[in-house]
């Protein structure tokens, strides 16, 4: 007996907007990947990075919630927004805002609670221990040469 598998499907192309120094968009779009500024002089920084992860992480359980339930997505907006603390200084708070014109009144509870089930939620909710180790040089890995593609092949 051969088993198959079935193959994933590609996620969907999305769009990560920076709209300020402390709030990101998420949204389906066409094409690959992009991340998009208001202007040339905003920079893409960890703390969007930390943004756009939890808005991802966000988005993918509530579209894999939603073709469950047989629901369109391709509308779901999500923003995710953040403050500082000091002492040391650090991302205090964040926000999650959820925009689903779709989305049947009936459901918005439950999309809410969806979105909640969400790992880097958790994550940020229950933070994991972290440390930091500093290795010798002589221990480091070697940088590694890109590996060339095959003939035919793009890079």
Not at 76 to 93: D, K
């Amino acid at each position: 007996m051969t088993l198959r598998r079935t193959p994933t499907p590609a996620p969907p192309p999305v769009k990560l907007t920076l709209l300020a120094e402390d709030r990101v968009r998420y949204e389906l779009t066409t094409g690959p990947l992009t991340v998009d500024a208001p202007s040339a002089d905003t920079q893409f920084s960890p703390f969007h990075m930390l943004g756009g992860s939890l808005a991802s992480c966000t988005f993918s359980v509530l579209a894999s919630w939603a073709e469950h339930a047989k629901l369109d997505f391709t509308d779901l907006v999500i923003e995710v927004a953040w403050t500082f603390v000091e002492q040391p200084h650090r991302v205090g708070t964040m926000s999650i805002e959820l925009r689903w014109p779709s989305l049947p009144a009936n459901r918005r509870e439950a999309a809410r609670r969806a979105a909640n089930l969400c790992t880097v939620h958790h994550t940020l909710e229950h933070p994991p221990a972290l440390t930091t180790v500093m290795h010798d040089a002589a221990a480091a890995p070697a940088p590694t040469a890109p590996v060339a593609a095959p003939a035919g092949e793009a890079a």
